[in-house]
């Protein structure tokens, strides 16, 4: 198992913005590609960035433009930079840690965007 903790999460309205964080062992964070992913009730859980240990990105296009996911290694954390945050964004919002082909999640953090 690899911990993975985030925090961040909460109740904004639409509009506005919300940073998410996601601490992370740290001899493993720094060589594996990190995401955020989200589930809303009865839905399946979808990406919504990545990160490679290199930086590299990938977004979710409803979230390409107003998301910005980022890593610091020195920090071993993960960060989800989310504005003009819509109702559709309502969701938990999970971070995912790949390596060696396994898949590790956190807890979850709900982040709710009232219209």
């Known amino acids: 198992q690899v911990p993975l903790v985030e925090s961040g999460g909460g109740l904004v309205q639409a509009g506005g913005s919300l940073r998410l964080s996601c601490a992370a062992n740290?001899?493993?964070?720094?060589?594996?590609?990190m995401g955020w992913y989200r589930q809303a009730p009865g839905k399946q859980r979808d990406l919504v960035a990545q990160i490679t240990p290199g930086g590299t990105t990938n977004y979710a296009d409803s979230v390409r433009g107003r998301f910005t996911i980022s890593r610091d290694n020195a920090e071993n954390t993960l960060f989800l930079q989310m504005n003009n945050l819509k109702p559709e964004d309502t969701a938990v919002y999970y971070c995912?840690?790949?390596?060696?082909?396994?898949?590790?999640w956190g807890q979850g953090t709900q982040v709710t965007v009232s219209s």
């Open positions: 995912q840690l790949i390596r060696g082909g396994n898949n590790y």
């Open positions: 740290g001899r493993i964070f720094r060589i594996a590609t």
